[in-house]
C-alpha cells in the first residue's frame, strides 16, 4: 500500500506533489490567500471537490430509488443557487497582495 493510503482522508503527515494550472488561477489563489495560504486552499478546495462529488453520487443512488426531484423542487433549488451566486459575486475582492480582507476570514476561506 502506498503511504498515503495507509490514512484516513485527514490524517497523515503533508505531503508535496506537483500540480499545474492556469497561471491566472494561481494569482487569483495568491491574490487571495497569499504565497503562504496557497496550500491550504488548494487542500480546501480539493475537500470541497470531494464533498462535492459524494454529494451527487448519493443525488444519483436517491433519484434512482425515489425518481426525479418535482419541477417545483428544482426551481426552488435552482432560486438558492442565484443567491448563493449573487452573494459571491458580491464579495469584497482582495488587491494583489491578498490585502483587503481580514487574515481570519481568509482562513476561514481556505479551511
Known sequence: MDSAEQYGKDEGPAQKVSVSMPAGRIAAVKARVGSRGFSAYVSAAVERQIQRDLLEELLQEKEAEIGPPSAEV?????????????????????????EGDSPEWRASKAS
Open 74 to 98: 428544482q426551481e426552488w433549488a435552482a432560486d438558492i443557487f442565484r443567491e448563493a451566486e449573487t452573494m459571491a459575486a458580491s464579495e469584497p475582492a482582495a488587491d494583489a497582495h491578498g
